[in-house]
Nanobody, 120 residues
Framework: QVQLVESGGGLVQPGGSLRLSCAAS????????MAWYRQAPGKERALVAG???????NYADSVKGRFTISRDNAKNTVFLQMNSLKPEDTAVYYC??????????????WGQGTQVTVSS
């Protein structure tokens, strides 16, 4: 069992910043990738930013240059620094992790989601 706990969402004005955190815990042997997805009302869940290996990252075109994903591998934690936020960034943000458990079984886990609302 691997659990992901997110924090850091909230209400922010356009142009503002927020930092999301997600900590993974449980029977983790290794984590191959961690990522952030978001789902706005009436839309499908979509990838925002992902991190694999030691330094590989990828971003949705809509957030490039504004969002930065980073990891603390020692703490199995991933962050999403969101700057220059726009109303269209409003969504529930979900953390995702993939890896191996201590029983050497592959896992894919999701966090419970954290609401980000960008509004004046």
């Amino acid at each position: 069992q691997v659990q992901l706990v997110e924090s850091g969402g909230g209400l922010v004005q356009p142009g503002g910043s927020l930092r999301l955190s997600c900590a993974a815990s449980g029977s983790i042997l290794s984590i191959d990738s961690m990522a952030w997805y978001r789902q706005a009302p009436g839309k499908e869940r979509a990838l925002v930013a992902g991190s694999t290996g030691s330094a590989n990252t990828n971003y949705a075109d809509s957030v490039k240059g504004r969002f930065t994903i980073s990891r603390d591998n020692a703490k199995n934690t991933v962050f999403l620094q969101m700057n220059s936020l726009k109303p269209e960034d409003t969504a529930v943000y979900y953390c995702n992790a993939r890896g191996l458990t201590t029983r050497r079984v592959s896992f894919t886990s999701w966090g419970q989601g954290t609401q980000v609302t960008v509004s004046s």
